[in-house]
């Protein structure tokens, strides 16, 4: 976000209900192959996560993703990232999903997931 006008736009996902969210095509272009296995290990890590804070989840799914998986963290998240907010570029991940709270961000993870 380079001027306050974006900000609408770059927020709005965090005031849509999960099964309003729209992916936008060129976040969708950018799912590799293993998108639905980093996907899937996602909602495995958060489903009994606890405490659904920004420091808990990232630390859950880079242990499902990262180590679990071998993936790269610049590729690991893009996949969450756009379930998330719809969008390849958004404000912070983690911090988006503890904002969102843990059914919908499971709920939009589950979602792009049934997607592919």
């Given at each position: 976000?380079?001027?306050?006008?974006?900000?609408?736009?770059?927020?709005?996902?965090?005031?849509?209900?999960?099964?309003?969210?729209?992916?936008?095509?060129?976040?969708?272009?950018?799912?590799?192959?293993?998108?639905?296995?980093?996907?899937?290990?996602?909602?495995?890590?958060?489903?009994?996560?606890?405490?659904?804070?920004?420091?808990?989840?990232?630390?859950a799914?880079?242990?499902?993703?990262?180590?679990?998986?071998?993936?790269?963290?610049?590729?690991?998240?893009?996949?969450?990232?756009?379930?998330?907010?719809?969008?390849?570029?958004?404000?912070?991940l983690?911090?988006?999903?503890?904002i969102?709270?843990?059914?919908?961000?499971?709920?939009?993870?589950?979602?792009?997931?049934?997607?592919?």
């Amino acid at each position: 976000m380079v001027l306050l006008g974006e900000a609408p736009e770059m927020l709005a996902f965090l005031f849509t209900a999960g099964d309003a969210v729209v992916i936008e095509e060129d976040a969708r272009a950018t799912l590799k192959e293993g998108a639905a296995d980093v996907l899937d290990a996602a909602i495995g890590a958060l489903e009994p996560l606890e405490d659904f804070s920004a420091e808990p989840i990232q630390a859950a799914l880079r242990e499902a993703i990262v180590d679990g998986l071998g993936v790269k963290p610049r590729l690991a998240f893009g996949p969450l990232r756009v379930a998330v907010s719809g969008r390849r570029i958004s404000p912070p991940l983690f911090e988006s999903m503890e904002i969102l709270g843990r059914e919908s961000s499971l709920g939009r993870l589950r979602a792009l997931r049934a997607s592919l």
